[in-house]
């Protein structure tokens, strides 16, 4: 029996910073496989998972979503955008797979934890509309007061801790040899797809090959029927196994299947507006990640102070 290929290929993160697009164009390439469920947080061995999807106890478990993988395709894709937060991921991919090859994708941090906040809404982690207020409770959630219930990880509602890029990229940059990290920017891909993409398949050494579908950043949503959503995001354990095979199913069933569901149980949500003071209070946070960054990377990022506000 021929042994299960390992993934070779990592996108770390962070969330809300274009890792959606990644994986849907790079899922598009022949030689790319990328198994279902694409992020298993499998390596965040500090971090708690949701088993909603799926439920990995060893090593074998985890080898097993990649054992469908064609001869023909030379990279296997883990798309798992909690690895860059974790303190341990890097290290324990680098571990299993020494050769791996990572990608790690950036924004502005001020805008990323407000696009963050939407996220964790809809995927019932995050019980409090309103950002703002949610970011003050950070400091009682950081001593486990006003947790929600359906909430898989209390470290996702710590906004400054998911958004302190510039840490978490140190970290990284510490770890993986500078060849095989490709360090991506939500502003090139919005501003130049083409370009940012022909590096990117350049980094990876994939031949060139036209997109069927480079797709749109997905805007934030919620959820038209909450007692639905939080039975198929956040099931009760004797229903789990149950939803899994749902889920599953409308994979298999395809994108169709898919987008129709959505289009019923899903709308889209608009950002609440900050107040001048609030973002500047956010700058002021996340000003030293920002420069972080810069010195990291040697880019200038002055604009991303200005265009935090409109974002």
Not at 14 to 32: D, E, N, Y
Not at 127 to 145: I, M, S, V
Not at 216 to 221: E, I, L, T, Y
Not at 245 to 273: C, F, H, Y
Request: glycine content about 6%; overall charge neutral.
């Amino acid at each position: 029996m021929a042994e299960t290929r390992k993934p070779n290929v990592f996108l770390l993160g962070a969330p809300k910073c274009g890792t959606t697009t990644i994986v849907r164009v790079l899922a598009q390439h022949s030689k790319v496989f990328l198994p279902y469920p694409k992020e298993t947080d499998f390596w965040s061995t500090d971090m708690k998972k949701s088993t909603d999807v799926t439920d990995l106890k060893s090593v074998d478990d985890y080898l097993a979503l990649f054992a469908k993988c064609p001869e023909e395709k030379t990279h296997l894709l883990d798309g798992s955008t909690t690895h860059l937060f974790s303190e341990v991921a890097v290290d324990n991919i680098l571990g299993f797979q020494p050769d791996a090859y990572f990608i790690i994708m950036l924004r502005n941090p001020v805008a990323q934890v407000q696009s963050l906040h939407q996220e964790q809404l809809f995927s019932m982690n995050e019980d409090e509309p309103d950002f703002w207020t949610a970011w003050t409770l950070q400091e009682k959630r950081a001593r486990g007061e006003n947790i929600p219930k359906s909430c898989a990880d209390p470290l996702r509602l710590l906004y400054a801790r998911q958004g302190a890029l510039g840490d978490q990229l140190e970290r990284a940059m510490n770890r993986i040899p500078p060849e095989r990290l490709f360090i991506g920017f939500l502003d090139d891909m919005q501003r130049d797809f083409g370009g940012f993409y022909d590096r990117l398949t350049d980094f990876l050494e994939l031949g060139k090959e036209e997109l069927s579908d480079i797709g749109a950043v997905k805007s934030s949503r919620q959820h038209r029927f909450q007692g639905i959503a939080r039975l198929y995001q956040s099931p009760p354990a004797a229903f789990a196994p149950t939803v899994r095979v749902l889920k599953k199913a409308l994979r298999r069933n395809g994108s169709l299947t898919q987008r129709l569901a959505q289009k019923i149980l899903v709308r889209d949500m608009p950002r609440t507006e900050l107040t001048e003071q609030q973002l500047a209070a956010l700058h002021d946070v996340f000003a030293p990640q920002i420069r972080k960054i810069a010195a990291l990377t040697g880019r200038d990022l002055s604009g991303w102070q200005a265009r935090a506000a409109a974002a």
